[in-house]
């Protein structure tokens, strides 16, 4: 059972990227909320965009708001990301957990976005 994160690479400012997460051994179920998270230099880990199990609601890091959009299917979750800045530099991780078991929390190794100037 994990995550695995993709789409991540180098773009310039202004442009977009779509980050997926795959899961295998399990599906993104009602059960499971799911998150995006990134990790910059010198920063700590922090929620950059939420959606619940249903998918009816969606949360947004104040720095990404109506920039970036979550969304999910059965088998992956999506962030889109557009009108990208240096400061969305950042290792992006998926996390996936269950309501109904909440030691169900997994975690994918991450994937790397780079902005330039």
């Known amino acids: 059972v994990h995550l695995v994160e993709s789409g991540g690479g180098l773009v310039r400012s202004g442009g977009s990227l779509t980050l997926s997460c795959a899961a295998s051994?399990?599906?993104?179920?009602?059960?499971?909320?799911v998150s995006w998270y990134r990790q910059r230099p010198e920063h700590g880990r922090e929620l950059v965009a939420a959606?619940?199990?249903?998918?009816?609601t969606t949360n947004y890091a104040d720095s990404v708001t109506g920039r970036f959009t979550i969304s999910k299917d059965k088998n992956k979750a999506y962030l889109q990301m557009n009108s990208l800045n240096t400061e969305d530099t950042a290792m992006y991780y998926c996390?996936?957990?269950?309501?109904?078991?909440?030691?169900?929390?997994?975690w994918g190794q991450g994937t790397q976005v780079t902005v330039s100037s």
């Open positions: 996390n996936a957990i269950s309501y109904s078991h909440i030691e169900d929390d997994y």
């Open positions: 051994g399990f599906t993104f179920s009602s059960d499971y909320a």
């Open positions: 959606i619940t199990g249903a998918g009816g």
